[in-house]
C-alpha cells in the first residue's frame, strides 16, 4: 500500500470506479460519513441495494438528510460515528466510507476499522475513498483547512488494518476526478460555510483563499483535477 502514485492516476468518477471494482446489486449497504448524503443518493439509484443505512456524526446536517426530499426508501439516516457502529455483528455487506475516514479522530480511527470489521458479513468488502494531499485543488483546500496529518494517520490506519490481519487488500486505485465550481460563491458555500468543521479563517486568510481559487477561474468556470487513493479492502475470518 502506498499513500500516493503520480504516475498511477487514471481519469474516472467515484461511481466508475465502484461499478469496476463491486457488484451491490441487493446487497445491505452501510455509509459512514455521509456528509450531504449525494453519494448516498447515487448509491441508491445506480447499484440497486437492497438497503442504505447511511450516518453522519454532525447533527445539523443530520436534520438537514432527514428532511431531503426524494431520497429512494431503502436509505435510512442515522447519527452517529464510525468508531461506534449502531449494528448488529456480520449485518453488512458492504461498508463505505468516501472522504471522511480522515475525520474520524486519530485516537479512534483503528477502533473504527474495528468497527467495520465487526458489522461486515464474512468476506464482506469496505470501500474507502481518500483524497491525496497533492495536486493543484489540494493547494487551495489546504489554505482553508491543511489536512496533511490527518490523511497521513487515516492511510497508515489502513495500512494497521491490513498488516495485522483485520482485512486483506483486493484493490488499491489512483484516480482523478472532475471538479467544476460555476463561481467563487459555489465554492464558498461548499467549502468555507460549513457545520462539520470549525474553521478558523481570519480576513486575510480568506483573501488569500478567493485570490487562489480565482487563479482558476474561466468564462466555463474553475476547473479542477481531484486525486483520490481507493482501498478495497476484504474482511478476513
Given amino acids: 500500500m502506498q499513500s500516493n502514485d503520480p504516475t498511477a492516476y487514471r481519469d474516472a468518477s467515484e461511481t466508475e470506479i465502484i461499478a469496476n471494482l463491486l457488484d ?21 439509484e445506480r447499484f440497486e441495494p437492497e438497503s442504505i443505512v447511511a450516518t453522519e456524526v454532525d447533527r445539523i446536517q443530520h436534520e438537514k438528510n432527514l428532511a431531503l426530499a426524494e431520497i429512494p426508501s431503502l436509505v435510512s439516516f442515522r447519527i ?31 477502533q473504527a476499522l474495528r468497527e467495520i470489521h465487526r458489522v461486515l458479513v464474512p468476506a464482506g468488502r469496505a470501500y474507502f475513498s481518500e483524497p491525496v494531499y497533492w495536486g493543484e485543488f489540494n493547494q487551495i483546500m489546504r489554505l482553508i483547512h491543511d489536512e496533511k496529518e490527518v490523511r497521513e494517520a487515516a492511510f497508515q490506519a489502513l495500512a494497521r488494518s491490513v498488516d495485522d490481519g483485520l482485512f486483506a487488500l483486493e484493490a488499491e486505485i489512483f484516480f482523478q476526478s ?7 460563491e459555489q465554492f464558498e458555500q461548499r467549502f468555507l460555510k460549513v457545520t462539520h468543521t470549525e474553521l478558523s479563517i481570519d480576513a486575510d486568510c480568506y483573501a488569500r483563499i478567493r485570490n487562489a481559487f480565482m487563479a482558476h477561474m474561466t468564462p466555463t468556470g474553475a476547473h479542477f483535477l481531484k486525486p483520490h487513493r481507493v482501498d478495497l479492502l476484504r474482511k478476513s475470518s
Fill in 24 to 44: 451491490l446489486k441487493g446487497r445491505r449497504v452501510l455509509e459512514l460519513g455521509c456528509g450531504a448524503a449525494w453519494m448516498t443518493r447515487l448509491l441508491a
Fill in 80 to 110: 452517529g460515528g464510525a468508531e461506534s457502529i449502531d449494528a448488529p455483528d456480520t449485518s453488512v455487506d458492504a461498508v463505505f466510507m468516501f472522504k471522511s475516514l480522515h475525520h474520524v479522530p486519530r485516537d479512534l480511527m483503528d
Fill in 178 to 184: 472532475p471538479g467544476t465550481f460555476e463561481s467563487w
